[in-house]
């Protein structure tokens, strides 16, 4: 049978399942380990009866209900990830809210900006002029980002997004959203992203510098309502960043 | 500048599971009915560190391009840091060359307010977010009589051990240094602390020197091989001339010695009490009285932590099995029967509770469970426990029984037993549900050596059936340079040539008193009597029922 590791556990997690069954067929409530057990064995068996991934999925949450566990089982036991072998090969089957409470969610929103009046006021227009949306996190900074964004890059100099760490707000084609702004923190030293700047933020001559470099290299740009280059001058602009080279502003 | 706006971010509730909790938020471990409040977190609300997508965790952000000698190797990240000195609280350990470098706000000083632990563009990052950190568990008291006990002992997050033996022998102590020499190079291969006591029943100091050149880390006194005045003498004054700690199992039959005469031969010096409440062994029936006293650090065996229902059944056959003893024989019929007493396993679970037995510990392989320390000891905070005392002093009195405190007693203080910058990175990692039941992740000296891992073949790490088992710390030599050998300064003075690890030399294992206990430390006259079956702690009787249901047991294991 030339065995391999991944055979061996599923041998493992078989006799587990079975131990599991047993156990239920005497009445008994299951803990965690044999809910676990009983559920993953279940659904590699599901696959190989021909299910689909999607139909396993479902017919999973129906294996055992909060009926046949210990009562605090439901609150702790909330995801059972298990490998399958389905007809197009192994898959991974992740169950969530296993014993079918209506407690699966996924997906939620992850774009929460801030209520506009809670900032300071400083609120800044970007314009997606791609062809593809663009997400911009919460910490980038934000003088830097894609060159096909149109936003009032001074004005972003030393600044990130206003939203909750670690979410991004997705910017569609030719799409404008607001956004709260909020200051770069700790020693404001920017290393890193474009390598436009690479030093302080608040150094009068880096940033004159480095805003000057992105506008004559074709970062899309605007100042005071008036937008500076032309959106095809966005394509190439981190070549000619790289390269040094500089572009007449429009 | 106004962080105003930083107040906005975000409810606390959500958070949990992005990048940990915040302060004031109460978490449920399991079903031990405890609640763990976090006392405070580092000022990060607003620029959180944390990996993944579109995360903080990105050069230029939260990293910044310094080589790990400015920032850290290791950063362990949003963790609720569960210390029994500094309390629970949220924030990210740094780790540098095996040792804690820092514990406070992770991330990237040119764009962060208030980063204590700087983490580089090449600093491992391992997301803890919402996990507990505790200090790896130390077991001061197992029998090694066959090596797997050691990854029961890692499965259950001990990284600290002061065995006995190295495999099925009459142990109780090493004496040989050949013996001693060649479990040395063997237990190399496991990522841990380990220190082996010397057989310390001897009239004469020169077994026990023969045992320091083998590099133990302190002595046994064990009835089975001799517990008189000679030989508890002998090894206290060679223990206060090299400092090191003695570990004590008195006399059973007080055949020569009562448990009055046994405080007399003491005479003020520090001991460490082995299985105070007796059942385990030692004076019959009032051996509980070496509890509560200043120079005598007494710790328990976990069988009967919590006393449940089926503890006395069981003790007797465990007795006659363990000491060699016939069940035939009506001599050791009475003498094991003697030593299995309901009223002193209530009494000692009562002195746990107040604060006067500091230490909890497994007794491997010796009538004990390698690993079972960690969730007998919280089951017994749990089942002791009461709404008004569902408090993180509570926790925080029962961690200290499995980690400082066995560190304090055998001198090992300044190197292990709490989660402080400059000690070994020790840490083991629990997902909050699991508490002290099964560890997600044991870092050696700051690198994953043991834990949970899944399917091999599976397109994620983690996917079932999950096992505890080897992680990389435990491959290859890399055991030999996370573990340390545990000696005292006069082992460590030895040429040797027997292990790789580095050394751990006992300090301050000779001064160490019982008000130095953390989170205990009450002091006070225990007294027993044979005859009435009644314990009392200065006047008050202490009482209770076994129980016969314990929280972890039936929800986590097979």
């Not at chain 2, 320091?212 to 006194?221: D, L, R, S």
């Not at chain 2, 976990?302 to 009506?330: F, K, W």
């Not at chain 2, 000696?487 to 000779?510: F, Q």
Request: aromatic residues 4%.
């Amino acid at each position: 049978m030339s065995l391999t590791p991944g055979e061996q556990d599923r041998l493992l997690l078989f006799l587990q399942g079975e131990l599991a069954r047993a156990r239920r067929n005497r009445g008994l409530l299951l803990n965690i380990p044999e809910a676990t057990a009983l559920i993953a064995d279940s659904v590699v068996e599901l696959a190989r009866d021909g299910l689909t991934l999607d139909e396993v999925r479902l017919r999973a949450r129906e294996i055992l209900s909060v009926k046949d566990v210990l009562p605090i089982v439901p609150q702790l036991l909330t995801e059972i990830r298990v490998e399958a072998r389905f007809d197009d090969g192994t898959r991974l089957v992740v169950v969530r809210d296993p014993f079918n409470q209506g407690t699966e969610s996924i997906g939620e929103s992850s774009e929460q900006a801030f209520p506009a009046d809670g900032i300071e006021g400083e609120l800044l227009k970007i314009t997606n002029t791609a062809s593809i949306a663009i997400g911009v996190s919460s910490h980038i900074h934000l003088a830097e980002v894609n060159p096909r964004l149109r936003l009032d890059r001074s004005r972003a100099w030393g600044m990130h997004i206003a939203v909750k760490t670690g979410d991004a707000t997705w910017i569609e084609p030719n799409e404008v959203v607001e956004v709260a702004l909020t200051p770069i923190e700790g020693n404001r030293v920017m290393l890193g992203n474009s390598g436009v700047v690479d030093g302080p933020l608040d150094d009068p001559e880096v940033r004159e510098r480095a805003l000057a470099t992105l506008r004559s290299c074709g970062y899309l740009d605007e100042r005071d309502g008036e937008e500076i280059n032309s959106p095809d001058l966005a394509l190439g602009a981190v070549h000619r960043l790289m390269s040094n080279e500089t572009q007449v502003n429009t | 500048m106004s962080r105003m706006d930083r107040e906005l971010v975000q409810p606390a509730a959500v958070d949990i599971g992005n990048y940990g909790p915040q302060a004031g938020d109460v978490i449920a471990l399991g079903d031990l009915n405890l609640n763990l409040t976090i006392e405070r977190r580092v000022p990060d609300r607003g620029d959180e560190f944390h990996v993944g997508f579109a995360k903080t965790g990105r050069d230029g952000i939260g990293l910044t391009p310094v080589p790990t000698a400015e920032s850290c190797d290791v950063v362990l990240t949003n963790v609720i840091v569960m210390d029994p000195v500094d309390g629970i609280y949220v924030a990210s350990i740094g780790i540098r060359e095996g040792r804690i470098s820092g514990i406070g706000k992770a991330g990237n000083p040119n764009t962060m307010n208030n980063v204590d632990v700087v983490v580089g563009s090449g600093t491992v990052v391992i997301s803890a977010d919402g996990m507990i950190a505790t200090p790896g568990g130390v077991d001061a008291h197992v029998h090694s009589l066959t090596p797997r006990v050691f990854e029961a002992m890692l499965s259950s997050g001990i990284t600290t051990v002061i065995a006995q033996e190295a495999g099925p022998v009459w142990g109780v102590g090493l004496g040989s240094r050949w013996f001693l020499d060649q479990a040395h190079r063997a237990m190399e291969r496991y990522p841990m602390n380990i220190g082996l006591l010397g057989r310390a029943s001897s009239a004469t100091v020169d077994p026990l020197r023969e045992a320091i050149a083998g590099q133990v880390c302190g002595f046994k006194v064990h009835e089975d091989t001799g517990a008189t005045l000679r030989t508890l003498d002998t090894a206290l004054r060679l223990a206060d001339e090299i400092d090191v700690q003695v570990a004590l199992h008195t006399d059973g039959l007080n055949e020569t010695l009562s448990v009055a005469d046994t405080v007399d031969v003491i005479a003020g010096r520090a001991i460490h009490a082995y299985h105070v409440e007796g059942c385990g062994g030692g004076h019959a029936p009032d051996v509980l009285t070496l509890a509560g006293r200043d120079n005598i650090l007494a710790s328990s065996t976990n069988p009967t932590l919590p006393y449940g229902t089926n503890a006395v059944s069981e003790h007797l056959d465990m007795i006659l099995l363990c000491h060699g003893m016939n069940s035939q024989r009506e001599a050791d019929i009475r003498i094991a029967r003697a030593r299995v007493r309901g009223f002193t396993m209530a009494a000692e679970n009562q002195l746990h509770d107040k604060g006067v037995i500091p230490m909890t510990s497994s007794d491997a392989q010796g009538m004990g469970r390698a690993g079972e320390t960690w969730w007998r000891t919280f089951a017994m905070a749990s089942v002791l426990g009461s709404t008004e005392d569902n408090t993180n002093a509570r926790l925080l009195r029962y961690l200290a029984k499995i980690t400082i405190n066995p560190a304090l007693t055998h001198g090992l203080a300044h190197e292990i037993g709490t989660l402080t910058p400059g000690k070994l990175a020790d840490i083991i990692l629990w997902r909050p549900a699991q508490f002290a039941a099964k560890p997600w992740l044991v870092l050696k000296s700051g690198f994953p050596a043991w834990g949970e891992t899944g399917d091999p073949n599976a397109s994620l790490p983690d996917t079932e059936p999950l096992q505890l088992s080897a992680q990389f710390g435990a491959m290859g030599s890399a055991p030999s340079e996370l573990s340390r050998l545990i000696t005292s300064v006069a082992g460590n003075a030895e040429s040797h040539n027997h292990s790789h690890r580095k050394i751990i030399t006992v300090r301050n294992a000779r001064t160490v008193r019982g008000t130095d206990m953390v989170n205990h430390g009450v002091l006070g006259q225990v007294s027993v009597s044979g005859t009435s079956g009644s314990v009392y702690f200065n006047d008050e009787e202490l009482l209770g029922q076994p129980v016969s249901t314990v929280p972890i047991s039936r929800l986590h294991f097979w």
